[in-house]
Nanobody, 121 residues
């Protein structure tokens, strides 16, 4: 079993910054990919950013140039640095990891509990 603990959400004014963290623990051999998703009220969950084990990244168009995803493989922790935040970034942000629990095992997907990000003046 794998546990994810997210932190770093909160209330910030437009133009401000937040850094989200996602710490994974438990039965982890390797983390293939880490990602951040978000879900605003009344909307579907959408992919914000992903990062592979070798550091390749992918971003939602509206996040490009403002958000940066990164990971610390030694700590099994992922980060999402969010700058120039806008009110439309307001949502619950969820961490997602694809984990190999033992060498050669199938990959499993785990989700964090979500952290609220509110951008408002």
């Amino acid at each position: 079993q794998v546990q994810l603990v997210e932190s770093g959400g909160g209330l910030v004014q437009p133009g401000g910054s937040l850094r989200l963290s996602c710490a994974a623990s438990g039965s982890i051999f390797s983390i293939d990919a880490m990602g951040w998703y978000r879900q605003a009220p009344g909307k579907q969950r959408e992919l914000v950013a992903t990062i592979t084990e070798n550091g390749s990244t992918n971003y939602l168009d509206s996040a490009k140039g403002r958000f940066t995803i990164s990971r610390d493989n030694a700590k099994n922790t992922g980060y999402l640095q969010m700058n120039s935040l806008k009110p439309e970034d307001t949502a619950v942000y969820y961490c997602n990891v694809v984990v190999e629990t033992t060498m050669g095992s199938p990959r499993y997907v785990y989700w964090g509990q979500g952290t609220q990000v509110t951008v408002s003046s």
